[in-house]
């Protein structure tokens, strides 16, 4: 296309920041007001199982839609997505990965409100804001979702003692003065003395948060000349609500944050390393499995 005499405002006015190579780009989106959201459509207090069950679900849309997501953490309106450290999506340019990750976020969730919600009308469309942090090694990465699931514990805690308080028939005043300079085991103690609450026997998903990613899983993949299920292990998106903190849930799940040299590393897995001559182009042709069905 020909130059016009106006183009110069692109070539002198757009800049792209591209965000620094080999690093996790985590992209946190969080719903914008939804004190008010939460309130005009009438959100269980303190934790919502469908509105909770909704974002899950966005989440799992977004993995299966952009493949280089390789971990997400979601907890109240916000979630983090996290791309792999070596990803080249859109060349790393922060406008198109944040715009892209909370336009699709906020579509899937209008589209599958309904299917949550089916008897509340959706009355104001929900927005959301989102932000792109860079971290530059496991360690980091890893503190970043230990530091998102403790403010979960903080605030679930908190927040399941104040409606507790305040449905007995405290004020919300009166529950924030009950509550103020308590530490976590007098919140423990609160539940059990006046409720008869094991804080720990709250539903994971409230204490926890949420975690998606892809686990292996023994999938059906096409039937013998008797019948009989072949299987074979499969990536699915699965949500989980567990801890992320410690080092167990990452030990046993080593090929979500591997870092660098991935197709190596496949390669190798797959055991076809000594089949593939270096310094060449390869080519991976996929067929569907099942197709005619
Ligand atoms: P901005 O993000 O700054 O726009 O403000 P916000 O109103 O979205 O508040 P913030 O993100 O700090 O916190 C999220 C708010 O959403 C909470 O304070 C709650 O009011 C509301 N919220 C989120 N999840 C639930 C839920 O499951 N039940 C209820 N009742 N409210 C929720
Ligand atoms: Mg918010």
Redesign the pocket.
Known sequence: MANSEYEYVKREFEYDRHLPPSNWIVVRI??????RFSKIHAFEKPNDENALNLMNDCATAMLEKFPDIVFAYGV???YSFVFREETQFYHRRESKILSLCVSYFTSVYVMKWKDFFPNKELKEPPYFDARAVCYPNLKTIRDYLAWRQVDCHINNQYNTCFWMLVKSGKSEQEAQLALKGTFAKDKNELLAQQFQIKYDDEPAMFRKGSSVYREKVETTVKTDDYGNPIKRPRLKVTVAHIDIIGPEFWENHQHILREGKFMLEFVKKIGIGHMLPPCNWIVIRINACQFDQ
Request: proline share 0%; hydrophobic share 10%.
């Open positions: 969080d719903g914008c007001h939804f004190h109240s309106d916000e």
